[in-house]
């Protein structure tokens, strides 16, 4: 019953977001990216509640107590936002490399994030019946996202050149040089020919993929009830278009997330590692939570106090 309602709601949204808040192609304001950014937070926070009755009245075949899948769920919640930071930067650079105008890239974002809740789902289920079969795949997974963690300081500063990358995909499609519209391919000369808006959406697609790799592990770390996972990335990946929107002009000012992340990475790589051990065991839900949710307020606290001295000493010059 659980798994239908969650279904239901996510179709309902869906189609809601696509006849209604963005029937027409158009650039999304900034004021309204934040009201739907709000929405969505409000929403999957909102969804804890029933989370809670879910577990309370056995909807969900399980012997986990309700009180802990809501932490558990709000801490993957948490964690699969957090991550999807680092693919916002990598959005913006992909649609600026094919030069996609504003007003198209919501429809691309839109059709991306579908393609990738479904790839996403075969990756969860399929990790977690991994974990379930081999214990020490735990370890590798903590390794993994140790390394990544590492990884991604080292590589910080490092320039993504995306349409480098991503010349294959030029050698296997006829594309155009000009956009059509919103379409995603248009007929010439009787053949099917691709737009440089199919091009950016398969390359999101693919770094999706790439982003989920980290993510999906990450949140094993905390459960791997597959439930919570599921339902705690579809309403992350849901609200990732709106914030990408109204976060736009102002990701490269966000700098000390990149921290954040790496605090988030570092502590479930831990949290893997040791997920065999009586200390973790030990370790209460609401912990790895608290950890999460002061990591990400640490990063937002310290880079909005870069931005208002850089903005004082911009007056001052």
Known sequence: MAWIILFSVF?????????????????????????ETAFWVVFAMLFAIAVYYFYKFDWIVSEMEPAEAVTKYLTGYLIELSLSVDNLFVIATIFASQKVPMKYQHRVLFWGIVGAIVMRALMIFFGIALMEKFEWMTYVFGIFLLYTAFNMLKHENDEHHEDEKFKFIKKYFKVTKNFHAEHFWIIENGKRVFTPLFIALIMIEFTDVIFALDSIPAILAVTTERFIV???NIFAILGLRSMYFFLANMLEKFHYLKYSIFAILVFVSIKLLLLHTEFIKLLPSWFSLTFIGVSLLLGVLVSVNKITHDDVDDLKD
């Open 11 to 35: 179709f309902i949204l869906i189609t809601f977001d696509m006849l209604v808040l963005h029937k027409k192609s158009e650039k999304v304001s900034h004021k309204k990216a934040a009201i």
């Open 230 to 232: 599921f339902s705690s």
